[in-house]
């Protein structure tokens, strides 16, 4: 891909992904509550905030608003993927999953397997998360754990613009049912450049975004920040950390896992959820099961606690892990004689 | 009440609608005697009784028309055209059954006849069928879907969305309830309060019929009329039908305690579709006996080759997941 100098929001980058695919293919269908931000008051359309903003100027035969049905909208995605149109969902709040779960656990992850293969799910549930806009505990999950428990879904949550792009693009493309994870604090937040051009980024692969010999360290999406940042401070005193960002969560990329675990022999997995049956507690197990001859110390995570997450700002930045958090577990990875060496 | 007149059917149509029904019901009949011998396996729901709504519908549906089912969905899926020899074969749960054995009873599908398949969660049909209701509206195809669900199903908050989705978006979609006066062991006295269905759809805009669903005709006319407002671009609609089921909810389980006195014997003297069905059609004694033939051979036919197929390989198990992964 040609770099270009252009520079793009996290919610831009996600916004130009879905005009291009519209583009390309009349049978992408985009829909959720307020996707057009239709009728208001005034009569007039096009008052969406999120990633969907101004599409229907372009696309109006292509995306639509929904009523606040989201049983019925995301159980009609399956239906349409199914029967030839490519829809991408608007869950908003992954939080709001609970009240079509059965949507997704039951019609969309498994139609093709219960129908022996006869059936295919092109569809996308694009979902917002995570920790840091002080919204309290049913705004700010990171559910994706649950979503990587169900066999037929694919599960995928970037962490940049440019990932954002050709991840939601290559989301859209694949013929499996994908669930899209976008980190709320990342739409403003996250800017980098991004390539004008329609292109991919193959859903599966993990990234290196930092090499390093001492320590591994996976983090899922805003968490690849904070582990870059944790990554600096480690380097001022000497050790270098290699920081994986997985990019997708089902399938998941164990081999560039594997292959920096043994030349590090250490790893720490950071995940802004809950610990018990995490992503974080998934990747510490499935290496330890299959790389323990290559580990010098026991594998650390760093999670958020196993509680709700919590509104008062000092509170819900408590909840999550940071840098210096991961700087520690860091630490309790190597000897005493390499920390005392470099305090 | 619609009065019970064969109306403007053609010989053809009537002896194929006759022939669909008397499928289903010997088809029904006979994995009922199977199941008691204890060689079928997993959970089987019986459409007995209630043959005329699914062919009454499903009559007034074209090949491209779409139906999302029930987990009470063989009878739903024969009148849609389903090959009986796959359904019974993935009753078994053998290889070359409709799903290859890996959906059973509650997930037959065949998605090249419409049929996009029986469903384990009451109500799961309802957003599907807005699913390919919204292609249909959004590709310009002429193709309308139904909705079957449950006098149960009706309570679910998917079926409530459903409705108010397919009125905002206007989808060319047909919601069929099937009131068989059960759901599960619970009366729609108690859990519809002995209220209509079709009530909550008029709350949503949406034209609505109470019909006998043991009267062909009245299934199918209202059926033509909806299924013409859909594809005319007019919106949904619901039709519920009122058909009482000949078995239990569920084979090897329910003992129909919850049933009155007498009420199943009533059913097959008094409102059995098949019976109502003869009556009324004016088809000969010899064209009928000469359906009923045919179907029994053809069920005999399916059970002696669902029993004979082979089990399926057990890669099977790892197939199908994703199309790729």
Redesign the interface.
């Known amino acids: 891909m040609t770099q270009s100098p252009r520079v793009l929001s996290y919610l831009d980058a996600l916004n130009e992904a879905l005009a291009l695919e519209m583009a390309a293919d009349p049978?992408v269908?985009v829909f959720g509550e307020d996707n057009v931000g239709g009728h208001g008051c005034d009569g007039t359309m096009g008052h969406a905030w999120g990633p969907t903003r101004g599409l229907h100027n372009q696309f109006p035969?292509?995306i639509?608003d929904?009523?606040i049905?989201?049983?019925?909208?995301?159980?009609?995605?399956?239906?349409?993927?199914?029967?030839?149109?490519r829809?991408v969902a608007d869950l908003l709040f992954v939080d709001f999953a609970g009240?079509?779960f059965?949507?997704i656990l039951?019609?969309a992850a498994k139609?093709?397997?219960?129908?022996?293969?006869?059936?295919?799910v092109p569809m996308v549930l694009r979902a917002m998360w995570g920790t840091g806009m002080r919204r309290g505990a049913q705004h700010s999950q990171a559910l994706y754990s649950l979503f990587t428990h169900i066999?037929?879904l694919?599960v995928v949550a970037p962490s940049n613009p440019v990932d954002a792009k050709g991840l939601l693009a290559s989301a859209i493309q694949?013929?499996?049912p994908v669930i899209f994870f976008e980190h709320k604090l990342l739409y403003f937040g996250s800017r980098g450049v991004v390539p004008e051009e329609r292109y991919t980024i193959p859903i599966?692969e993990a990234k290196v975004v930092r090499e390093g010999g001492d320590v591994t360290i996976v983090a899922v999406g805003r968490m690849v920040n904070e582990a870059l940042g944790a990554a600096e401070k480690l380097a001022a005193e000497g050790i270098q950390a290699e920081v994986i960002d997985p990019r997708t969560l089902s399938?998941f990329d164990f081999d560039t896992v594997y292959a920096s675990v043994e030349k590090t022999s250490r790893l720490v997995v950071v995940d802004e959820s809950s610990p018990r049956c995490s992503i974080a507690t998934d990747i510490a197990g499935t290496v330890a099961e299959n790389r323990f001859a290559s580990l010098s110390a026991a594998v650390r995570t760093v999670t958020g606690p196993h509680a709700p997450v919590p509104f008062s700002p000092v509170l819900e930045d408590a909840f999550a892990p940071n840098a210096d958090k991961i700087v520690d577990a860091v630490r309790s990875t190597l000897p005493s004689s390499v920390i005392s060496k470099a305090s | 009440m619609a009065t019970e007149s064969a109306g403007p059917l053609g010989r053809e149509e009537l002896i194929e609608a006759y022939r669909v029904m008397r499928t289903i019901r010997a088809f029904e009949e006979r994995v009922h005697t199977e199941f008691g011998t204890g060689e079928l396996p997993g959970a089987v729901h019986l459409y007995a009784g209630q043959e005329a709504v699914a062919a009454g519908v499903c009559g007034a549906l074209t090949e491209g028309d779409?139906i999302?089912s029930t987990h009470r969905g063989h009878g739903h899926a024969i009148a849609k055209g389903c090959d009986i020899n796959a359904m019974m074969r993935e009753l078994y749960g053998k290889a070359g059954?409709?799903?290859?054995?890996?959906?059973g009873s509650m997930?037959i599908?065949?998605?090249?006849r419409g049929m996009?398949?029986a469903?384990?969660?009451a109500a799961?049909g309802?957003?599907?069928?807005?699913?390919?209701?919204?292609?249909?509206k959004?590709?310009e195809r002429p193709h309308v879907?139904v909705a079957f669900v449950g006098d149960g199903a009706a309570n679910q908050?998917?079926f409530a969305?459903?409705l108010?989705?397919a009125t905002?978006?206007q989808l060319p979609v047909v919601f069929v309830v099937e009131d068989n006066g059960y759901a599960q062991a619970t009366g729609t006295r108690y859990h519809l309060r002995g209220l209509d269905v079709a009530r909550r759809a008029e709350a949503y805009g949406m034209p609505a019929v109470v019909v006998d669903g043991t009267d062909y005709f009245a299934v199918r006319a209202a059926a033509d009329e909806a299924v013409k407002r859909a594809r005319d671009g007019g919106g949904p609609s619901l039709i519920e039908c009122q058909a009482g089921r000949f078995f239990g909810h569920m084979e090897g389980f329910d003992q129909q305690g919850y049933r009155g006195e007498g009420e199943v014997e009533r059913l097959r003297a008094d409102a059995d579709c098949l019976v109502r069905f003869a009556a009324a059609s004016a088809l000969s004694t010899e064209q009928l006996a000469e359906v009923d033939v045919t179907v029994d051979a053809a069920v005999e036919v399916a059970v002696a080759d669902a029993k004979a197929a082979p089990v399926p390989e057990l890669s099977e198990l790892l197939?199908?997941?994703?199309?790729?992964?």
């Open positions: 049978s269908v035969k292509q639509f929904a009523p049905t989201e049983a019925a909208f995301v159980g009609a995605a399956v239906g349409a993927a199914a029967t030839g149109l829809p009240v079509c059965d949507q039951n019609q139609l093709r397997y219960m129908v022996g293969g006869k059936a295919k066999p037929g694919k694949d013929d499996d599966g399938p | 779409y999302a059954g409709s799903c290859n054995g890996k959906g997930h599908a065949d998605f090249e996009l398949g469903n384990g969660v799961g309802a957003p599907l069928a807005c699913g390919s209701a919204l292609t249909a959004v590709l879907s908050g998917s969305e459903s108010n989705l905002v978006w197939t199908d997941v994703y199309v790729s992964y």
